[in-house]
């Protein structure tokens, strides 16, 4: 079974920009987290889809969205790029199986963004 | 709000040494705990997961971790260290979110180094 992909693995940008970033879960899994990585500030939640609806968001602004196609995949976006959106973004995937779900998470490698 | 604290945030230890990663959460419910390890320019793997029964929970390649109810703790072991397991380890809880969803909060982190 093929795992979670993220593309592109890497990117830079430059601040003002806009990027999008793309996340292919493990088959049959309907839901889809987005994280964020970085040194200072660690894993931070961005946002989950599920059955192509935001289901949860966590403390980012407004520049930050996303959304999830009826085959599961799902994409981020960011605008207005600046310099500290460089970052590890993550994405995951789960079944999420109602009263059952664990929250356990399968991870992709990441998509790494540098902005400058 | 339930969270996650790493009391370590790098640990080095040499190969063939016992380790500990201590990991303790909040949480006034019932939780489900997890340990991702995350290698070099990779995402992260699950390691172990703690959801019920037996409070001690072991890995494939030798690490255990036991949950502590009465001390909300939920640290990492390892017997004996190898070269291999140099990585960066995280501890997380999953907490119920907005519509019924569970989430994963994650600690900061701990930088695993090996020395030879």
């Known amino acids: 079974k093929a795992g979670v992909t993220q593309t592109p693995r890497y990117l830079i940008k430059t601040r003002g920009q806009q990027v999008t970033l793309s996340c292919s879960p493990i088959?049959?899994?309907?839901?889809v987290s987005w994280y964020q990585q970085t040194p200072g500030q660690g894993l931070q939640f961005l946002f989950e889809y599920f059955s192509e609806t935001q289901r949860n968001k966590g403390n980012f602004p407004g520049r930050f969205s996303g959304r999830q196609f009826s085959n599961s995949r799902s994409e981020m976006n960011v605008s207005t790029l600046e310099l500290g959106d460089s970052a590890l973004y993550l994405c995951?995937?789960?079944?999420?199986?109602?009263?059952?779900?664990?929250?356990?998470?399968?991870f992709g490698e990441g998509s790494r963004l540098t902005v400058l | 709000a339930q969270s996650v604290t790493q009391l370590d945030s790098q640990v080095p230890v040499f190969e063939e040494a016992p380790v500990e990663l201590r990991c303790n959460y909040s949480?006034?419910?019932?939780?489900?705990l997890f340990w991702y390890v995350q290698y070099p320019n990779q995402g992260l793997q699950l390691l172990l997961k703690y959801l019920s029964g037996s409070t001690l929970v072991e890995s494939i390649n030798g690490f255990e971790a036991e949950f502590n109810k009465s001390q909300t703790s939920f640290h990492l072991r390892k017997p004996s260290v190898h070269i291999s397991d140099t990585a960066e380890y995280f501890c997380a809880v999953s907490v119920k979110s907005g519509q019924g969803a569970q989430k994963l909060v994650f600690g900061q982190g701990t930088r695993l180094t090996i020395n030879p």
């Open positions: 088959s049959g899994h309907r839901s």
């Open positions: 995951a995937s789960s079944v999420k199986t109602g009263i059952r779900d664990t929250g356990e998470l399968f």
């Open positions: 949480s006034s419910v019932s939780v489900y």
